[in-house]
């Protein structure tokens, strides 16, 4: 069974790279790593997947070389980029491993 591990909350200060990390010791070599985010009441959004490492215009996402964790990266952060952060493994079977991290903005810390 795949699970994922992230941090409770991580801060950064505007227009700064976040490297929001997660831990998936557990993944199989099928599993693709996503990346959604959600922003107070709001649904979830997606941000970015990959097998391997991957960059889209959100964000980037850097996967080690055991694909045993992964950091989404975002480049310049802004408060628009306040968030819940989840990281989910999906492999072929549907069978999803969830963990969630809150990113405030300017030293704000929550626990979820």
Known sequence: ???TTQ?????SNEEEPVHLPCN???ISGT???YWYRQRPSQGPEYVIHGLTSNNNRM???????????STLILHH????DA???Y???????????AAAVQYLPGGEREGI
């Open 1 to 3: 069974d795949a699970k």
């Open 7 to 11: 941090p409770n909350s991580m801060e």
């Open 24 to 26: 998936h010791s557990t």
């Open 31 to 33: 599993d693709y790593i």
């Open 59 to 69: 964000a980037s996402l850097t996967i080690t070389e055991d694909r045993k964790s």
């Open 77 to 80: 952060a802004t408060l628009r």
């Open 83 to 85: 968030a819940v952060y």
């Open 87 to 97: 990281c989910i493994l999906r492999d072929h079977s549907g069978t999803d491993g």
